[in-house]
């Protein structure tokens, strides 16, 4: 049974960078995606971007965009994602999510797999 | 963007009820509508795709319904195990963005 796995809780100074990563276990990235989902305390779920590690195309929420990076290395089966500039707004549970394609010869896709997901404090 | 607006953001249900979630967009995303659940302290888990789709392993209280820009979950015989939060998600775009949630409490 494949897993996202992602890397251990962070605390950061306000202004500072986190690079979380997310591997998938017994498995690789084959055609998927690789998204980002975060999750500040008491509240929804929010979209930050996604790559797709095969090609290394990556999209990003507008929200984000400048300060966040998603990178995959595929030597590795490793995806990770960096947020820079980081206030105390950041602090969040981070997932990451893969996008598969959920009826064959469509782009109806879906998140069908969660990593564990990967609390990152912010503050001074 | 297109804007996901989940109604309502919270309901009280009593176990064997049945239970509908509405999802609109705000602008046409055909059937790229998915539904998950989110159990506290848990990540979320996807429910149903392409609007009406049951995921695998899900059990078939669960359906969904929908197309163009309104949607709906419904969990018919609500058990103990279905008070958890749930989201819908467009994937039309590929800036994909979740409604704000309904969570579903013990009445």
């Known amino acids: 049974q494949v897993q996202l796995v992602q890397s251990g809780a962070e605390v950061k100074k306000p202004g500072s960078s986190v690079k979380v990563s997310c591997k998938p276990s017994?498995?690789?990235?084959?055609?998927?995606?690789i998204n980002w989902v975060r999750q500040a305390p008491g509240q929804g779920l929010e979209w930050m971007g996604g790559?797709?590690?095969?090609?290394?195309?990556?999209n990003y929420a507008q929200k984000f965009q400048g300060r966040v990076t998603i990178t995959a290395d595929k030597s590795t089966t490793t995806a990770y994602m960096e947020l820079s500039s980081l206030r105390s707004e950041d602090t969040a549970v981070y997932y990451c999510a893969r996008a598969r394609s959920m009826k064959t010869g469509t782009t109806l896709s879906a998140f069908d797999l969660w990593g564990q997901g990967t609390m990152a404090t912010v503050s001074s | 963007d297109i804007q996901m607006t989940q109604s309502p953001s919270s309901l009280s249900a009593s176990v064997g009820d049945r239970v509908t979630i509405t999802c609109r967009a705000s602008?046409?995303?055909?059937?790229?509508l998915n539904w998950y659940q989110q159990r506290p302290g848990k990540a979320p888990k996807l429910l149903i795709y392409a609007a009406s789709s049951l995921q695998s392993g899900v059990p078939s209280r669960f359906s969904g319904s929908g197309s163009g820009t309104d949607f709906t979950l419904t969990i018919n015989s609500l058990q103990p195990e279905d008070f958890a939060t749930y989201y819908c998600q467009q994937s039309y775009s590929t800036l994909q963005t979740f409604g704000g949630g309904t969570k579903v409490e013990i009445k």
């Open positions: 602008q046409s995303i055909s059937i790229y």
């Open positions: 017994g498995g690789t990235f084959s055609t998927y995606g």
């Open positions: 790559i797709i590690p095969l090609f290394g195309t990556t």
